[in-house]
C-alpha cells in the first residue's frame, strides 16, 4: 500500500530537466502559481489520528514524499526540521522521495541522522549527462540508506558507469517526458542505460515511455494514460525487486 504526503507546494526551476514541469503545468490549469513554496493542509499528515487514538496512516505504508515540490527547495528550509521529526517519529512507514536538490542535502538535517534514517530513501534525478555529472559525485557520498538514480525526463544519452557502484545504488529507473510540450526520448538511450545498469549488476526500471518516444527512427506519440502501461510491455526491466 502507498500514499502521497505533499507537506508544501511549490517550486523553482533550477535545470532543463524543469522545463516542462508537470506541477505548472496542473497549477496553470488552476490558476496557482507554481514558484511560490507553501505548506499545505496535509503537512502532518503522517501524523495524524484517528478517534480512536491510532495513526491515520498504516504502519508499513510507503510514503511518497513532497512530489509537488522538491524536499529540498530553499523555500521549505523552516519547515524541514519538523518534517524530519514525523519521519522519525513514523519509523514505521517507509518514505520515498525525488530530488534534483542533493547539494542542499545537510540544510535542516536532523542531529541523529548518521548514516541514514533506515526508513527514508531519496532518489537523484538527472536528466542530461551536465546534471548527472554535477549531482551523482555528490549524491554518491551523502549519508543516506537506500539510493536511487531517476534518468528523467531523459533528454540526451547519459553514461552513469561511474557512478554505478551495486553497493551504493539500489536501484535507477528511467523515463520520458509527458505533456503536450514533451521532448523527445530516444528508446536507444533507454537500452543503454539498462546495458549500464546489467553490466554494473544494479537493478534497473523503466518507468514511462514519455509523450514522444523515437523508436528505430520513428516517433511514436504516446497517451499520458498508456505512457506507464507501454513501458510495463517493453520488458526491459531488469532484477527489480520493488521495495518502494
Known amino acids: 500500500m502507498s500514499v502521497s504526503w505533499n507537506l508544501w507546494h511549490g517550486c523553482q526551476k533550477i535545470s532543463p530537466g524543469c522545463k516542462y514541469c508537470y506541477v505548472y503545468r496542473q497549477d496553470e490549469r488552476h490558476?496557482?502559481?507554481?514558484?511560490?513554496?507553501?505548506?499545505?493542509?496535509?503537512?502532518?499528515?503522517?501524523?495524524?489520528?484517528?478517534?480512536?487514538?491510532?495513526?491515520?496512516?498504516?504502519?508499513?505504508?510507503?510514503?511518497?514524499?513532497?512530489?509537488?515540490?522538491?524536499?529540498?527547495?530553499?523555500?521549505?528550509?523552516?519547515?524541514?526540521?519538523?518534517?524530519?521529526?514525523?519521519?522519525?517519529?513514523?519509523?514505521?512507514?517507509r518514505f520515498f522521495m525525488i530530488t534534483k536538490r542533493v547539494d542542499r542535502f545537510y540544510v535542516s538535517l536532523p542531529k541523529d541522522w548518521g548514516e541514514g534514517y533506515e526508513n527514508v530513501a531519496i532518489a537523484c534525478t538527472v536528466e542530461n549527462q551536465a546534471m548527472a555529472d554535477y549531482r551523482l559525485p555528490i549524491y554518491i557520498n551523502l549519508p543516506i540508506r537506500h539510493k536511487l538514480i531517476v534518468c528523467a525526463p531523459l533528454l540526451e544519452a547519459i553514461d552513469l558507469r561511474k557512478y554505478l557502484d551495486s553497493d551504493k545504488i539500489e536501484e535507477v529507473s528511467a523515463g520520458g517526458e509527458s505533456g503536450s510540450d514533451a521532448r523527445i526520448c530516444d528508446y536507444e538511450w533507454i537500452l543503454d542505460?539498462?546495458?549500464?545498469?546489467?553490466?554494473?549488476?544494479?537493478?534497473?526500471?523503466?518507468?514511462?515511455?514519455?509523450?514522444?518516444?523515437?523508436?528505430?527512427?520513428?516517433?511514436?506519440?504516446?497517451?499520458?494514460?498508456?505512457?506507464?502501461?507501454?513501458?510495463?510491455?517493453?520488458a526491459i526491466d531488469y532484477k527489480i525487486n520493488r521495495v518502494l
Open 193 to 234: 542505460i539498462r546495458k549500464q545498469c546489467v553490466d554494473s549488476n544494479v537493478p534497473f526500471w523503466f518507468h514511462q515511455t514519455g509523450a514522444r518516444l523515437r523508436k528505430e527512427g520513428k516517433i511514436f506519440r504516446i497517451m499520458r494514460k498508456f505512457q506507464h502501461s507501454q513501458a510495463r510491455k517493453a
Open 31 to 93: 490558476g496557482i502559481e507554481s514558484s511560490v513554496v507553501i505548506k499545505t493542509a496535509n503537512f502532518n499528515l503522517p501524523v495524524k489520528r484517528k478517534r480512536d487514538k491510532t495513526y491515520k496512516i498504516q504502519s508499513g505504508e510507503v510514503v511518497y514524499t513532497c512530489f509537488t515540490s522538491d524536499f529540498f527547495v530553499e523555500g521549505a528550509d523552516e519547515w524541514r526540521k519538523e518534517a524530519w521529526a514525523m519521519i522519525k517519529e513514523r519509523s514505521d512507514l
